[in-house]
């Protein structure tokens, strides 16, 4: 049975800043340029998370007013995603471990209370090869990063998968993904 929950309603909230205090370029103290609001719809219920965006306030700094997400960010939803990368990686498992779907993805997806359309599920399953594509093609570079250098410092920092392979490497990948905010 279909929830009658407003698609906008929030039911938790979480507040995001970011981990790096001072600029990388110049190393003066970064300052909380504002808050932003996004809503993320994930398995677990809709957040609305609070995020703070800072910058450099110091005029010669080649990052002067330059702004930056919190890196949490990324461990929720790709840049301008509505859903959140549990639900991505849900439905890659169900789509490429157990062969489902879209419209029996669509189908569960709606049995556990996510108002989300049958499109909006094809969108996500493309998000997710995205993300398996991507990894394949970091995995190429680092190897060859690893082969210049010898050796490679990796740091994720990516939520406990809970189902198949998939799910990890969609946060591997995810991990990858963050450099671009
Ligand atoms: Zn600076």
Redo the contacts with the bound molecule.
């Keep these: 049975m279909a929830r009658r929950t407003p698609k906008s309603e929030a039911q938790f909230t979480a507040s995001l800043r970011p981990l790096q205090r001072t ?1 990388p ?2 190393g ?1 103290p970064l300052w909380i340029a504002y808050h932003t609001r996004r809503k993320i719809v994930t398995l677990e219920g809709i957040f609305q998370l609070r995020i703070a965006i800072s910058q ?1 306030h ?1 005029p010669t ?1 080649a ?2 007013h330059v702004r930056s997400h919190p890196e949490e960010e990324g461990r929720w939803a790709l840049p301008h995603g509505e859903f959140g990368l549990d639900i991505i990686a849900l439905i890659g498992f169900w789509r490429f471990q157990e062969h489902r779907s879209v419209p029996e993805m669509h189908q569960r997806l709606q049995a556990r209370g996510l108002v989300i359309s049958g499109r909006a599920v094809t969108h996500l399953l493309h998000r997710y090869e995205e993300l398996v594509s991507l990894h394949v093609t970091d995995r190429v570079r680092i190897a060859a990063r690893l082969h210049e250098q010898g050796q490679v410092i990796l740091a994720l920092d990516g939520l406990q998968p809970d189902v198949g392979h998939e799910v990890r490497l969609s946060w591997c990948a995810t991990a990858c993904l963050k450099k671009s905010f």
Aim: hydrophobic share 0%; glycine share 0%; net charge positive.
């Design positions: 600029c370029q110049c003066n450099c110091t700094c990052r002067y």
